[in-house]
């Protein structure tokens, strides 16, 4: 397979969000939307995918920015870049958790043009199906990581169905513990998709990673003001400080009350990345710390917790430490 040059599609510059959708709901599975590129140029300047139609989002100036809402939370246009977003006072001062993690997201050249919706909206990153064998994820009939030999170090803990990737985006399960909720326009008008459940298992989709149908475009995303200026912890452990997808991270948000030393959670949401093919909410962890003193010993039962039904494959066993870890530190530490 010949991979020194891009193959050729016809380009469109739309500059409103409505042409764009209309371009994308005609072109189906041959248009292919473009937002800062990082991803999608490595797709066609590999030849793996191949569409006859991009849509370059990147001009539609509705779809940037961060404006604060009339009910008191904040709305992020999917076209804001990562590094608009880790510098935003609005972020930084009422949801860090977010700021958190796009600041350790890849690098900063990555950042400057990546995009808060092209991040959560980016494809499985297992070698193989980028590599562009033909696996379950491409419309085969194998997987190429589930095997004695298969290199499965990112790959998951849960949720294995024929596929084993994991969600590799930092911003998602910070949106996922933040209760973000996903705006989605198409041909059929504009939905609201909680950030739990825009992100797709493979039992349901094999193909996809997010509820995104041909034709739907990512507008923004909006943070309700329950979790402003909550306390919050995003950790992240990937092989390189930079440039680097994370092994596991963590996201956590929790309110707290109590004088120093005697401190209660009274609510929380814990999600951890790159365990599963969607960001995975420690629902099990929730019910063991809300309610409950802040104190070492719940936060040792927390991390205890997090990784029951773990199921690891040969070479990523390493991830269930490394989880209950991270999780034992974000309830001590938030
Ligand atoms: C070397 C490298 C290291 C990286 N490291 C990390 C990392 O550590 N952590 C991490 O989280 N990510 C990492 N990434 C991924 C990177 O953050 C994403 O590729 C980037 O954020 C994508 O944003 P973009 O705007 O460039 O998207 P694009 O490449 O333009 O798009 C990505 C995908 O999303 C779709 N898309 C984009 N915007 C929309 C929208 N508004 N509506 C519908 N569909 C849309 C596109 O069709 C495409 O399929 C890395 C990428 C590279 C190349
Ligand atoms: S883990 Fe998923 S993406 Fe990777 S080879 Fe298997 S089916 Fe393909």
């Given at each position: 397979?010949?991979?020194?040059?891009?193959?050729?599609?016809?380009?469109?510059?739309?500059?409103?969000?409505?042409?764009?959708?209309?371009?994308?709901?005609?072109?189906?599975?041959?248009?292919?939307?473009?937002?800062?590129?990082?991803?999608?140029?490595?797709?066609?300047?590999?030849?793996?995918?191949?569409?006859?139609?991009?849509?370059?989002?990147?001009?539609?100036?509705?779809?940037?920015?961060?404006?604060?809402?009339?009910?008191?939370?904040?709305?992020?246009?999917?076209?804001?870049?990562?590094?608009?977003?880790?510098?935003?006072?609005?972020?930084?001062?009422?949801?860090?958790?977010?700021?958190?993690?796009?600041?350790?997201?890849?690098?900063?050249?990555?950042?400057?043009?990546?995009?808060?919706?092209?991040?959560?909206?980016?494809?499985?990153?297992?070698?193989?199906?980028?590599?562009?064998?033909?696996?379950?994820?491409?419309?085969?009939?194998?997987?190429?990581?589930?095997?004695?030999?298969?290199?499965?170090?990112?790959?998951?803990?849960?949720?294995?169905?024929?596929?084993?990737?994991v969600s590799p985006?930092?911003?998602?399960?910070?949106?996922?513990?933040?209760?973000?909720?996903?705006?989605?326009?198409?041909?059929?008008?504009?939905?609201?998709?909680?950030?739990?459940?825009?992100?797709?298992?493979?039992?349901?989709?094999?193909?996809?990673?997010?509820?995104?149908?041909?034709?739907?475009?990512?507008?923004?995303?909006?943070?309700?003001?329950?979790?402003?200026?909550?306390?919050?912890?995003?950790?992240?452990?990937?092989?390189?400080?930079?440039?680097?997808?994370p092994l596991v991270n963590?996201?956590?948000?929790?309110?707290?009350?109590?004088?120093?030393?005697?401190?209660?959670?009274?609510?929380?949401?814990?999600?951890?990345g790159a365990v599963?093919?969607?960001?995975?909410?420690?629902?099990?962890?929730?019910?063991?710390?809300?309610?409950?003193?802040?104190?070492?010993?719940?936060?040792?039962?927390?991390?205890?917790?997090?990784?029951?039904?773990?199921?690891?494959?040969?070479?990523?066993?390493?991830?269930?430490?490394?989880?209950?870890?991270?999780?034992?530190?974000?309830?001590?530490?938030?």
């Amino acid at each position: 397979m010949s991979r020194d040059m891009m193959g050729a599609f016809e380009l469109y510059q739309p500059d409103t969000v409505e042409n764009a959708v209309e371009l994308l709901g005609r072109f189906g599975e041959d248009g292919w939307a473009l937002a800062g590129g990082n991803d999608s140029l490595d797709w066609f300047k590999d030849r793996i995918k191949r569409p006859k139609y991009v849509v370059d989002i990147s001009g539609i100036a509705a779809l940037k920015g961060i404006r604060e809402t009339a009910d008191g939370g904040v709305e992020i246009g999917a076209l804001t870049t990562l590094t608009e977003v880790e510098r935003s006072e609005v972020i930084t001062g009422r949801y860090k958790l977010l700021a958190d993690a796009a600041r350790r997201v890849a690098s900063p050249q990555i950042r400057n043009s990546g995009t808060l919706g092209g991040n959560v909206c980016q494809d499985a990153r297992c070698w193989y199906y980028r590599y562009g064998v033909d696996c379950y994820r491409a419309g085969g009939n194998r997987c190429y990581a589930d095997t004695p030999e298969g290199q499965n170090r990112e790959h998951c803990l849960w949720g294995a169905d024929r596929c084993i990737a994991v969600s590799p985006s930092d911003t998602a399960p910070a949106l996922v513990a933040l209760d973000a909720k996903m705006v989605v326009l198409g041909p059929k008008g504009t939905r609201e998709v909680p950030a739990e459940e825009f992100f797709i298992r493979p039992n349901v989709d094999i193909e996809r990673m997010t509820v995104l149908e041909d034709g739907e475009v990512l507008t923004a995303i909006r943070i309700p003001a329950e979790w402003s200026g909550a306390r919050f912890y995003f950790e992240k452990v990937a092989d390189r400080n930079t440039w680097d997808f994370p092994l596991v991270n963590i996201a956590a948000a929790m309110v707290v009350s109590g004088a120093a030393g005697s401190e209660k959670v009274d609510k929380i949401r814990i999600v951890a990345g790159a365990v599963q093919c969607v960001p995975r909410r420690l629902t099990a962890v929730e019910a063991v710390v809300a309610g409950q003193p802040k104190t070492a010993d719940t936060a040792t039962l927390a991390g205890q917790s997090a990784v029951r039904g773990a199921t690891p494959r040969n070479y990523n066993h390493f991830k269930i430490p490394l989880l209950q870890n991270l999780v034992t530190r974000a309830i001590r530490d938030a």
